[in-house]
């Protein structure tokens, strides 16, 4: 993971939690300098303060470097894993479905008012 992604996440979490640049230099004891300079990746300090900053942020590590949350089943089995996951996959795949239908349906009427339109203006046409 690269300091901008890390320095970005950053800032979203303290933002979310909303808190202030100022705040946050204040609580990790550098100057509010240092700390712009850390949320721009300007500095190497990042490093030595992520979990420092993750406490400050109430938010684990991971989620400073990575960007999401870990999953709370770490270690747990594949078969766990899709079991957990196999409701929402199939509320998804539901919906994927109603969405084609439905996207169907609506070129089904566009296709029937192109028709209509080309109708109207062969009608026009032949008035003239």
Do not use: W
């Amino acid at each position: 993971m690269d300091n901008t992604t890390i320095k970005d996440n950053i800032r979203k979490i303290r933002k979310t939690r909303r808190l202030t640049q100022e705040e946050m230099a204040l609580r990790l004891g550098i100057s509010i300098t240092a700390y712009r300079d850390l949320e721009k990746g300007n500095t190497s300090i990042l490093n030595s303060n992520v979990y420092k900053i993750a406490d400050l942020l109430d938010t684990p590590a991971e989620e400073i470097v990575l960007g999401y949350r870990p999953s709370q089943m770490e270690g747990a089995s594949l078969q766990e894993v899709q079991l957990e996951y196999s409701g929402k996959i199939e509320s998804l795949k539901r919906r994927i479905l109603d969405l084609e239908k439905l996207v169907s349906s609506l070129e089904e009427t566009i296709e029937s008012k192109n028709e209509i339109i080309t109708m109207l203006k062969n009608r026009l046409a032949e008035e003239k």
